[in-house]
């Protein structure tokens, strides 16, 4: 790219997908070693913004170890006739995507959670401080949204500097946070959607009501609503939500429609307050997976910075890959943080009374959004590491899904009277729980991953789960 000359690396969209192993890897700021680390874009007032400055506060590249884990916060100070606090998210969430166009670096996640690794060949050729990454980002930014008219990069790698500065960035998250809690979904006709992830998951088409924060938590109503505003032609667009098809689901054909569109016939419809049917698609930038536990019918929550396995036995990385990349998984769901906070929140399947498990450190972010009655009847990892475990907490403490549970565990009880519930000639391969699974009544059935659900008559209704069944014929007959 010519306007990118003098720079020791090329620049462009062709380095996006670029992965840098640890191998290759010179050193890396933020990322899952390192506690304090974020990303925060400022709109400043005109005359407070030096055009074209870059600043490092702390020691620059060619003063660190190779190999090392750096903490690292990135400010950035906007100012534009157009430029207003809504787009502060909107442009911060483009560090991601610019960083990654710069020809050795790789950049993931967003805000607090960042992570960005520089590899050994740009830095032989000649890469040998922040500088021109700050440089390079506000080429980018300029030429991708002409609206930001200075721009101004400070790199603070001087540890307690990048304390304060990450301290007054949680603020600032906080703010913008609360700021969409007011508003319903039901107050507006319009929605926003955001595509800016298709670079990564083609299908993913983040659809964005106020009840519901964009699953990688940096983008709520408002900010979409002011990309789409400034600037028509990227990744931000409006949804006119249109008829509501479904109030408990949260599906309306609007968001239908466009999500067709814009998944180029992928994906047909999204139930934006379930994970079962057809959920939300996940990319792969979630801040949290919310995971269908099918032993206990209810849902455990991880956030990425738990390392350590969930209940369910896989670790947050592992879900991350079935989870993620564009496609509805039922059962398993990318959310944002603040998604916690909706009044929609999994309105659908149950609310909080079918989560029954949330990892300590996700629990302490979010710990003003769990309803008091179910604070002591939760688990965590403190509680449970396995699902008997959890079962036995939540039995004990008295969960919703308790009942449930102990419905589930006695299949013995229905499986000893099989005779009764079919006729004799009738040789049924499996008995029939009919108690067990029976829903609970405040929720809809779900469908486990994997089972397949008779559809209820009489009031029965048959779930086969990882079954391979042959069955010729089952006459069940009343009593
Ligand atoms: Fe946009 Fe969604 Fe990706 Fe966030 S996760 S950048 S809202 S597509
Ligand atoms: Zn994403």
Redesign the pocket.
Known sequence: MSSFEGFPMDVGPVYEGERIRKEDMYIEFGGPKVDVKCELVLAMPMDEVEDGKVEIVGPDLKDLKEGGSYPLAIVIYTAGTKVEKDLEAVIE?RI?DFTNYVEGFMHLN?RYDIWIRLSKKSVKKGLDSLKWWGLALIRLFKSAMPFIEKMQVTFYTDPAKVKEVYEQALEVYKARDARVRGLRDEDVDTFY??????S??PQ???V?PPNRV??????NWFD?RAAANVDPKG??FPIPKGKLIDPIKGEYEGVNKVVEERSLGANKRFFLYSAFGSPHT?????ECIAFYIPEVDGFGVVDRGFKEPTVNGLPFSTMAAQTGGGIQTEGFL?V?MEYFRSPKFFQADGGWGRIVWICSTLWKRIEDAIPEELKDKIATENDARDIESLKKFLVERGHPLAVRIKEMEAPEVAAAAPAEAAAPEAATPTAVPAQAAAPMPFMPAPTAPGAITIPAVGGLRVELKGAKIRIDKIVIKKQ
């Open positions: 969430r991601h967003q959607g955001c595509v800016l992830c298709q990564f998951a993913h088409v983040c964005i964009s699953l990688c938590g940096a983008m979409a990744p931000n996940s990319c792969g930038c979630f990318g944002g």
